[in-house]
């Protein structure tokens, strides 16, 4: 590695150990190995109104002589609106050259989202919650409480005129991944109907060590034709916001018709932020394994699209 290489991978470690003590589990690692990261981003983080994800790859010339690539994702930001936070970031990057600006880019943004819930109309995060998501934004989607059996709580709604397929699809196990005694290991099926998610999980179940595992962590993705939307839900199963993590991971990575089941097995020894990116390891690698998705470079210049997303069944509000 030439020496400022190493200079600016140094600098860019600096950034993100940073940027995730900041903005704690607002801040995503998508792929730590490519430099993907993502952040969501509200106008207030207790009651947001204005919510918007903003993705960036760090290139190996950040922050030397290149910018972040970055991707702005939230389905109200269109044409003007979208094109003049693009051009305030630039103007950022050019008035800055050289130096960190994530941190500037997400306050700028941040900034934005506030002058903008202090307007009369009301946010999307209050008009739409409870019918559409942003594809960016998994982490709305995780649930509020925690079952005692996450098969049994998983009583779905499938009265939506779709053919349900009664098999029990085929479920592949992923290469374990081990820390400090803790072992994390990712489980993935082929799903296009609530009833299949039900059914992997039953299956997964009857086996005595999954069954035995500290938590279950689950996601899954369906799309569906007739009306171009993804159905989709996660579960935590007591592993606070890693549910939504893998559902974000599994957007950004935008697979379909797949479900992923991430069993952690506690050694011990507390793994901090680590254990979130052992999780989204675990995922990503038999996502890419199973050929759901392509290379994470390929992958990030499908994004921006605004898709709708609904939550699988109703929510009781807490």
């Given amino acids: 590695m030439a020496e400022g290489d190493a200079g600016s991978d140094q600098r860019q470690n600096e950034e993100i150990e940073a940027m995730a003590a900041i903005y704690g589990e607002e801040w995503c690692v998508i792929d730590d190995c490519a430099k993907i990261f993502c952040i969501r981003i509200s106008d207030d983080i207790d009651d947001p109104k204005w919510t918007l994800c903003l993705q960036v790859m760090l290139p190996n010339e950040y922050p030397g002589t290149a910018p972040p690539v970055y991707q702005l994702n939230a389905p109200w930001l269109q044409g003007q609106e979208r094109a003049d936070l693009s051009n305030s970031l630039e103007e950022i990057y050019i008035q800055n050259i050289g130096e960190s600006i994530l941190y500037l880019w997400v306050e700028k943004i941040r900034d934005v989202l506030i002058q903008k819930s202090q307007m009369t109309e009301p946010g999307p995060d209050v008009k739409k919650k409870t019918e559409e ?6 982490d709305d989607l995780i649930l509020a409480c925690q079952p005692e059996n996450p098969v049994k709580a998983l009583d779905f709604d499938v009265s939506e005129n779709r053919t349900e397929i009664e098999e029990l699809p085929p479920i592949d196990h992923g ?79 935008n697979v379909r ?29 038999i996502l890419v394994e199973k050929n759901y998705t392509s290379s994470p470079e390929e992958s990030s210049k499908t994004l921006g699209k605004n898709k709708k997303v609904r939550k699988d069944k109703k929510r009781s509000e807490h």
Wanted: hydrophobic letters at 40%; a neutral charge.
């Fill in 257 to 285: 018709n797949v479900m992923v089941v991430v069993s952690r097995w506690y050694g011990g020894i507390l793994l901090g932020p680590d254990r979130f990116k052992h999780i989204n390891n675990c995922a990503r690698n």
């Fill in 133 to 138: 998501e942003d594809i960016e934004c998994g």
């Fill in 175 to 253: 290469i374990p991944i081990t820390d400090r005694r803790s072992t994390f290991q990712a489980h993935l099926a082929p799903v296009v109907c609530p009833k299949q998610v039900k059914m992997v999980l039953a299956k997964l179940y009857e086996n005595k060590k999954i069954a035995s595992a500290t938590h279950n962590i689950y996601a899954y993705r369906i799309y569906c034709e007739d009306k171009q939307t993804f159905l989709q839900d996660c579960e935590d199963d007591g592993e606070t916001a890693a549910g939504g993590r893998l559902l974000h991971l599994m957007e950004i990575l």
